[in-house]
């Protein structure tokens, strides 16, 4: 017989065996033990030096048979693996598995055997845990598709946290966002309400010390450090935190935490934490990227929502498919008149300015770009009929007054030349009427730039007036003493009572506005008519009204006809004359003194002009 004890126990060899967590024992063709390994002496019962060397009494007699057929197998060149029962050398029989092979020398010739054997219950319990652990990955999978489906970020971290428990077994657990350099509780499962939202500085904590060291999970005992200083690990019992770091594409986003009071953690618990925390990243990731999409794509909508600008999306066929309320505004059509036809006005070219007039009379300055990525078209328009006009206006303002004064210096020039070439042909009363026409076109042509200087003084804000209390019925009286004698086509009736209360205001620049009302209720009145002028106490003001049968004021013209350079039609300067100041002059003279006036139709035709002023002496009034 050939002894290899010493090739199998010496060397590399025997440290092998002898750590070996199963039982191994190597026997000879005779069936004496070469080998007994330190797993074999705790297996079975029996210490080594017992047994080397002698035949181990291990097989039941009723198994001999059995036993010597699976070593013929083994001898003629298979190998065996069953399931069968051994002595212990108390005398109790073992359930184990054993795996028997042929020990050869170098020229191939047999020269023994070799078993392993372990107990038959630590397949099952290999097997119960493989199986656990395939339900479990089964689940996670399952639990990684309900979490992915849900984008809204509270819910995706509600969800991973009660997943945890079932997953792990845990007693309780939590996420933990990474806000800069804390940590922010943001879900929890079986922990108190009151942790929501608590937080601890990142560098002092578990994550901290996960994220130096470069792992991706851990577990923490209450051997290794104490538990209890953690903020949201408040379960009575607790003995192990496992943790896991929730990352996607290499950034860390938070962390998972897997606390246990009443079960223990394992390399399989650990395991899940581990992979269920790096769904729970890409989970987080995504949710918390869809939530910035929703807050940008919210901010571009207040945007779009609130830009006074009319703001438009074309698709690449030039349908409208967005169409903001100011859009709606300015054009009179609503997005549902809208979206999926064309705008309703001409395109400018991409890049260039188009300034169109809509049939509504509005003015719009339309810009166009494009998207080259998507071929959509982004229109911006606004309103410019306001600066259409007043450009308009100045124009007119020009061409008006240059003819308002060009005929007074006309007539001057005219009559200064004729009185100078021919004074002493001419009769005294020749040269009487000549100056006198000189003379009264001079005060028109002063009169003329007396309001312009008004205007231009009150658009700049700088009419200095001086507030007093003074009697209006007085002013009112003075003002239209001599007008029944002006026309013969208009008459005058004046009905202010002579206890009307004073007023509070400029008594020089409520003659100004009173004289402007006036000479407009002639103006607009060329066919002749009745010009009333009343006056009353109302509330804390007193209220005068200037009535005439003349042309009128449309309702849309009732307030423009106070700005600059604007009468009632745009014929109005041609058949009354004028450049659009005088309206404008009184609304600022009466404002500036505290007061209001404003223009109405009559409704039997005509004009009613009515200035309020404050009363002296009451809230409000200037002294």
């Known amino acids: 017989m050939v002894d290899y004890r010493a090739g199998i126990e010496g060397g590399v060899g025997r440290e092998v065996v002898a750590a070996a967590p199963n039982a191994i024992v190597a026997v000879d063709r005779e069936q004496t033990v070469l080998a007994w390994n330190p797993a074999a002496e705790r297996l079975f019962g029996w210490p080594s030096a017992e047994m080397v060397g002698r035949r181990a009494p291990v097989v039941p007699e009723e198994l001999t048979a059995e036993h010597n057929a699976v070593l013929e197998k083994v001898r003629t060149g298979g190998r065996v693996s069953l399931r069968t029962r051994r002595f212990r050398r108390d005398g109790s029989l073992l359930d184990v598995r054993v795996d028997t092979g042929a020990l050869r020398a170098p020229d191939g010739t047999h020269t023994g055997y070799v078993s392993v054997y372990h107990l038959a219950q630590d397949d099952e319990s290999a097997d119960d845990r493989n199986a656990r652990r395939g339900r479990l990955v089964r689940r996670l999978t399952d639990v990684v598709a309900d979490i992915n489906a849900e984008l809204e970020l509270p819910a995706v971290l509600d969800r991973i946290a009660a997943s945890l428990a079932e997953l792990t077994g845990a007693d309780a657990g939590g996420f933990v966002l990474i806000e800069g350099d804390r940590l922010r509780l943001v879900a929890r499962h079986n922990l108190p309400d009151s942790l929501r939202d608590s937080t601890a ?37 607790l003995h192990t935190i496992a943790l896991g770091l929730a990352s996607t594409g290499g950034r860390p986003y938070g962390a998972l935490y897997a606390l246990f009071a009443k079960r223990k953690a394992g390399h399989l618990e650990l395991e899940l934490l581990e992979l269920l925390a790096g769904h729970a ?105 306001r600066a259409k006009e007043l450009e308009e206006a100045k124009d007119l303002f020009l061409a008006t007054t240059s003819h308002e004064l060009r005929t007074p210096i006309t007539v001057v020039r005219g009559f200064a030349a004729t009185l100078d070439a021919r004074w002493d042909g001419m009769t005294d009363d020749e040269r009487r009427s000549a100056v006198h026409t000189i003379a009264e076109r001079s005060r028109s042509l002063g009169q003329l730039m007396d309001h312009l200087l008004l205007g231009a003084r009150a658009g700049a804000g700088e009419l200095t007036l001086r507030i007093e209390s003074f009697d209006l019925a007085a002013s009112v009286r003075a003002a239209t003493l001599g007008l029944p004698g002006l026309s013969d086509l208009h008459r005058v009736e004046v009905d202010v009572p002579r206890d009307l209360p004073a007023v509070s205001g400029d008594p020089l620049a409520t003659d100004i506005l009173l004289g402007q009302l006036l000479e407009n209720a002639f103006k607009y009145s060329p066919d002749g008519g009745l010009i009333r002028v009343e006056a009353w106490a109302e509330g804390g003001c007193v209220v005068l009204v200037v009535d005439d049968e003349g042309v009128g004021i449309a309702d849309a013209s009732r307030e423009r006809v106070f700005e600059r350079f604007v009468q009632a039609d745009s014929g109005d300067r041609r058949r009354f004359g004028g450049v659009g100041l005088g309206l404008y002059i009184v609304r600022s003279l009466a404002r500036a003194q505290g007061g209001e006036v404003s223009a109405h139709s009559r409704p039997l035709g005509g004009t009613r002009m009515r200035l309020a002023l404050r009363i002296a002496d009451t809230p409000g009034a200037h002294t």
Request: some cysteine; glycine content about 12%; charged content about 25%.
């Open 201 to 237: 500085d990142l560098r002092t904590s578990l994550v901290g010390r996960l994220l130096r060291e470069g792992r991706t999970v851990m577990l923490e005992t209450g051997d290794q450090g104490r538990l209890d200083e953690l903020i949201w690990s408040r379960l009575p019992g």
């Open 281 to 385: 990243g890409i989970a987080v990731g995504n949710a918390m990227a869809y939530q910035e999409a929703l807050r940008q794509r919210a901010h571009e909508r207040a945007v779009f929502d609130a830009s006074a600008d009319g703001i438009a999306v074309l698709d690449d066929l030039g349908r409208v498919v967005r169409w903001n309320p100011a859009a709606g505004e300015l054009t009179g059509f609503g997005a549902a008149e809208v979206v999926g036809g064309p705008p309703p006005f001409r395109l400018p070219a991409p890049g260039e300015k188009l300034t169109i007039q809509l049939p509504s009379g509005t003015w719009l300055d339309v810009l166009c770009a494009e998207i080259v990525e998507t071929g959509e078209i982004v229109l911006d328009f606004r309103d410019v009929t």
